[in-house]
């Protein structure tokens, strides 16, 4: 009952229809009526007690159950849109490539384009770790490079409604839809060098072609089916680290599971261990070369951002 009636009051406090007083209210309530519960079990009365928990936190579930994603909220700018497209032989077409001119996190300005790549030229792929949450906790990009020196950084993120925050908590209690975002790099990577201040490291992957533009493809055909049918985010099984991971077992064989898959801010060591970066280096070696946020600073306006953050990261 204890566990249950917990779960219970944090689902109301994220979910309860109404605002912030309405949700505590409830939540509070509910916290009440467990305590009663919880001291009839005690008293003579634990019969009732027991089956009028069992019949409240049925209607709990039951409630809890109807709760749907939906993609027509009122949406933070940057996620309004989820990245969609189509291929056509080499030729990939993505719409809603967010492509902002960030000064600060609250001044910007918004861009959503309609890009074409072509799959033949793909050349690279980075991965791209920043650490927002100490040294255990990362948010994870893929950057896609072409041999014209484009880049596309895919990334999976809450979809926040305006005046929404992450919360981490709420992330397990439907609190946020489930987004896919494609950018370029001066927007999603500059947002988090430069704007956010946040420490960033960029990696090059060690894969072959083909396993590239399969989870480029992933990526779409994920972004795809979120626009159709919305999903929550959930902190665990639906984040930026753990869908990139199904994407890529299904791609890349064998693929174990390890705690660094949650543990997002490890998870450069995890692609060290099966293989995935040069190993002709150290992983604190490939960590020194691969600090972008100083680089990144440092940039005159109007330098190649993506050529010069790159500056001292081996090639392969």
């Known amino acids: ?10 689902a109301l406090w994220y979910q309860a229809p109404g605002g912030r007083r309405a949700k505590a209210i409830a939540s509070a309530l509910w916290a009440v009526f467990a305590v009663l519960c919880l001291i009839g079990l005690r008293l003579d009365w634990s019969a009732v007690a027991l089956i009028a928990f069992a019949v409240a936190d049925a209607a709990v579930l039951l409630w809890w159950s109807r709760l749907v994603p939906s993609n027509e909220r009122d949406w933070a700018d940057d996620v309004a849109h989820i990245v969609q ?3 056509n032989g080499n030729r990939v077409r993505l719409e809603n490539v967010r492509n902002f001119d960030w000064r600060s996190e609250d001044d910007y300005t918004p861009r959503w384009e309609t890009r074409v790549y072509d799959l033949a030229g793909l050349r690279t792929l980075d991965l791209i770790v920043s650490y927002w949450a100490g040294r255990s906790i990362a948010h994870l990009l893929f950057s896609f490079g072409f041999d014209d020196g484009r880049h596309v950084v895919f990334s999976v993120e809450i979809r ?14 439907k609190e946020f839809e ?8 001066r927007d999603i990577v500059y947002l988090r060098t430069n704007v956010r201040r946040e ?3 960029l990696f090059r992957l060690d894969l072959p072609i083909e396993a590239m533009r399969s989870l480029l493809l ?3 055909e994920e972004g795809n089916s979120i626009a159709r049918t919305p999903r929550f985010y959930h902190t665990i099984s639906d984040n930026c680290t753990t869908l990139v991971w199904r994407m890529l077992k299904r791609i890349v064989e064998p693929l174990p599971f390890s705690y660094r898959v949650l543990l997002s801010g490890y998870l450069p060591e995890y692609v ?3 293989g995935g970066l040069d190993r002709r280096y150290s992983i604190e070696e490939l960590r020194a070369f691969g600090y972008i946020s100083r680089r990144a600073r440092a940039l005159a306006p109007g330098a190649d951002f993506s050529r010069e953050i790159r500056t001292g990261v081996p090639t392969l």
């Open 85 to 87: 497209g189509c291929v």
């Open 178 to 185: 489930l987004c896919i975002i494609a950018a370029d790099e």
């Open 1 to 10: 009952m204890i566990p249950a009636s917990i779960w219970s009051a944090l």
């Open 199 to 201: 420490d960033t490291y």
């Open 160 to 173: 926040r409604e305006k005046r929404e925050t992450f919360s981490e908590i709420g992330g397990f209690f």
């Open 218 to 220: 992933a990526y779409l």
């Open 272 to 274: 060290y261990q099966v």
